[in-house]
């Protein structure tokens, strides 16, 4: 990871020397597969795609009701715990549990062109924000740009030229969108903000 935090020239942080030990990362889709074969494997009834319908606590049991998607097809649960693994959507805690916001961070991204030889992640601080890059699976590359909404270029997000011309003011984006910039696909922004449970057990 090529990290700049407001320094001149970038720094490199690697695995060796992480005090947090090896860093991770994931085909989403393929660890998620891997996932549900290897709980499958263990004899767990796996439910996929589901969506979760309706919950309610009753009789000291969760009373859970999914649709099964791929069937159309309703199967109720009764269970003495749930875990909630959906990340920051919290399909079923937020039924019971406000959402703390922490900020209101966005992330405008998108994804281009990766080369075999440009495996890094790279890190650059702005004045008014961040851009972040790393490898994505099929040899492609996510590039984004966190800030505030206040904050945000007007335009950056609808606009592929501006965002091109905006991250090519910084050195390790412009290495980046010099070999590849002809394939870039602007996404948008989604929210990146740092939220938690009011109340995450019980």
């Known amino acids: 990871m090529q990290i700049s935090w407001g320094q001149a020239t970038p720094y490199i942080t690697d695995n060796l020397n992480n005090p947090d030990g090896f860093g991770w990362r994931l085909d989403r889709q393929v660890f998620e597969s891997f996932l549900?074969?290897?709980?499958?494997?263990?004899?767990?009834?796996?439910?996929?795609?589901g969506k979760l319908t309706h919950s309610e606590y009753r009789g000291q049991r969760w009373q859970i009701t999914l649709t099964q998607l791929q069937h159309e097809q309703t199967i109720n649960i009764a269970s003495q715990f749930v875990?909630?693994?959906?990340?920051?959507?919290a399909h079923f805690a937020k039924n019971y549990t406000a959402r703390k916001q922490h900020d209101r961070l966005?992330?405008?991204?998108?994804?281009?062109a990766n080369t075999i030889e440009n495996q890094l992640g790279s890190i650059c601080a702005t004045q008014n924000g961040w851009w972040y890059s790393a490898p994505l699976p099929n040899q492609r590359r996510v590039l984004s740009f966190q800030t505030d909404p206040d904050l945000l270029i007007k335009g950056l997000h609808r606009d592929a030229t501006?965002?091109?011309q905006h991250a090519q003011c910084y050195a390790n984006q412009a290495k980046i969108l010099d070999v590849c910039q002809q394939s870039i696909t602007?996404?948008?922004i989604v929210s990146a903000n740092s939220t938690r449970l009011e109340?995450?057990?019980g």
Do not use: M, N
């Open 186 to 188: 602007l996404h948008g």
């Open 162 to 164: 501006l965002f091109t």
């Open 106 to 112: 966005i992330s405008c991204w998108a994804t281009l």
């Open 83 to 89: 875990i909630d693994a959906t990340g920051r959507e």
């Open 36 to 49: 549900r074969e290897k709980a499958l494997q263990r004899g767990v009834r796996c439910i996929w795609p």
């Open 199 to 201: 109340c995450f057990a």
